[in-house]
């Protein structure tokens, strides 16, 4: 990269491209050949004209009048080349319908009248004019046409930025409509599900319903928390939201909270059997949140598709790997009650896993189960720069 920027820099009076430094040289290669079989007389002062003047054409996109003053003085002497159109050829290319051309043009009209052509011929005085006529609209085509190209190329950026710009303001008025819609709705269904479990909960009539209703109460306060971070997130802009303070960073689910996350499930009447290792692996918090929701869903999952069958859930790490796998063993019970489901449980695992730099497998088992699997790298950069 290093090496690129330096050529570019190096580079830059034939606009970064090696290409266009050889053909310089080859062009000046090519009329040195003209110039030097027709240069008279041969004195030194002439050769370091000629010489001067091959050279110039190497730069004469950088310095157009260098090769234009050059060639017009070795025709003046004789040399029989056509350096003065080439050179008035770059004057226009480079420097377009200004002033600059028009005395180029007019030196070279001069330089061709006095040093080729006799004055009183008619039909010799064209052909001089018809040349230079025919050199400086080709130059003014290519300038012009370049000029076209700057600007329709600026205004398909520009229209780019405003089509972002356009799609980010749409995507954060939707954000605003689906934070709005949670709230009024979702937030309010669970808060009365919260109030309502915690008077089931003093007015109990045996000590298992009362466990069930404080339950259920927790596992309602828990979801609103989480819903209100959902919706500060959906609320604030990018650059806003990804600031968060220790406090809400801290109440981010991680691998640790997936045993008290079994632990409320079993409480409610699931059979859950969770292997977890003691100490667990250092992961990052985009890991540890991906590896808990995989977890939840997969639990809720089953829940729904085949409620009181055994889950299995396994947490294990191997390979810098963290593995997390979550399995039923048969259908379970046939009756499902009345829990809908959206039909993005897998397709959100699958998205949220690969943002974690993880993979997903999913599919039935061979005793007629259901296996979720998620596989997440220990090390991140988040957890190399922490």
């Known amino acids: 990269m290093r090496f690129l920027q330096k050529r570019r820099v190096w580079l830059r009076w034939w606009g970064g491209k090696f290409r266009s430094l050889l053909f310089d040289i080859a062009l000046a290669a090519l009329l040195?050949?003209?110039?030097?079989?027709?240069?008279a007389p041969t004195t030194v002062p002439t050769v370091v004209l000629a010489v001067a003047t091959i050279l110039a054409f190497v730069v004469r996109r950088r310095f157009p009048w260098a090769p234009l003053i050059g060639s017009v003085a070795l025709y003046l002497l004789g040399t029989e080349s056509i350096a003065p159109l080439v050179a008035l050829y770059t004057m226009v290319r480079w420097r377009g319908p200004g002033t600059q051309s028009w005395i180029a043009v007019g030196v070279v009209v001069v330089a061709q009248y006095i040093g080729a052509y006799p004055i009183g011929n008619s039909y010799l005085l064209v052909i001089p004019l018809v040349a230079v006529g025919v050199t400086t609209l080709?130059?003014?085509w290519v300038f012009?046409?370049?000029?076209?190209?700057?600007?329709l190329r600026e205004r398909a950026e520009q229209a780019e930025r405003e089509r972002d710009l356009l799609a980010e303001r749409a995507v954060t008025a939707e954000r605003r409509r689906i934070a709005r819609e949670m709230h009024d709705v979702v937030a309010h269904r669970v808060s009365v599900i919260s109030v309502q479990a915690g008077g089931l909960t003093m007015a109990a009539p045996d000590e298992r319903t009362g466990e069930l209703a404080e339950t259920i109460r927790?596992?309602?306060?828990?979801?609103l928390n989480e819903l209100r971070s959902m919706l500060r997130v959906l609320r604030d802009d990018t650059s806003e939201s990804t600031e968060r303070s220790n406090a809400e960073?801290?109440?981010?689910?991680?691998?640790?909270?997936?045993?008290?996350?079994?632990?409320?499930n079993v409480e409610t009447g699931a059979n859950i059997h969770l292997d977890m290792p003691e100490t667990l692996p250092e992961t990052s918090g985009e890991v540890g949140r991906a590896a808990y929701r995989v977890v939840q869903e997969a639990l809720t999952n089953a829940a729904k598709h085949a409620p009181h069958a055994a889950v299995h859930v396994e947490i294990t790490s191997e390979d810098e790997q963290l593995v997390v796998t979550v399995s039923n063993r048969g259908r379970g019970s046939t009756d499902?009650?009345?829990?809908?489901g959206s039909g993005y449980g897998l397709l959100g695992m699958r998205e949220r896993v690969t943002l974690a730099g993880g993979t997903l497998h999913t599919g039935r088992t061979q005793d007629g189960g259901y296996r979720v699997q998620a596989v997440f790298p220990l090390h991140t950069d988040e957890v190399a720069t922490a």
């Open 138 to 140: 080709l130059g003014l």
């Open 32 to 39: 040195s050949g003209p110039i030097q079989n027709t240069l």
């Open 249 to 264: 960073l801290a109440t981010d689910p991680t691998v640790g909270s997936i045993a008290p996350l079994v632990r409320e």
């Open 336 to 340: 499902t009650g009345t829990v809908p």
């Open 144 to 151: 012009q046409r370049k000029q076209l190209v700057v600007t």
């Open 218 to 223: 927790t596992t309602s306060v828990t979801a």
